[in-house]
């Protein structure tokens, strides 16, 4: 059975930095995408950032210049670097992992941005 176990999430002042992990354990099927989506109060889940086999990214134009995603296909990990943090970066953050042939979602980790 294939786990998402994510950790780096916690309470940071405004300009402060985090870094996300995300690491499957489990047999898994070759990872296609991996990508974080953040869910902030009363709104709705959005994708923050997904990287490819390839190493091509995307990133959700509020968080670029700021966050940086990466991956070890080794580990079968997932990190997202965010630096300059703001107020409004505060969400649940949740990693999801495509395969060929199904997903994978992580539990979700809470990151609040606040002095």
């Known amino acids: 059975q294939v786990q998402l176990v994510e950790s780096g999430g916690g309470l940071v002042q405004p300009g402060g930095s985090l870094r996300l992990s995300c690491a499957a354990s489990g047999s898994i099927r070759t990872i296609n995408a991996m990508r974080w989506y953040r869910q902030a109060p009363g709104k709705e889940r959005s994708l923050v950032a997904s990287i490819a086999t390839n190493g091509v990214t995307y990133y959700v134009d509020s968080v670029k210049g700021r966050f940086t995603i990466s991956r070890d296909n080794d580990k079968k990990t997932v990190y997202l670097q965010m630096n300059s943090l703001k107020p409004e970066d505060t969400a649940v953050y949740s990693c999801?992992?495509?395969?060929?042939?199904?997903?994978?979602w992580g539990q979700g980790t809470q990151v609040t941005v606040s002095s």
């Open positions: 999801n992992f495509i395969t060929s042939t199904t997903y994978y």
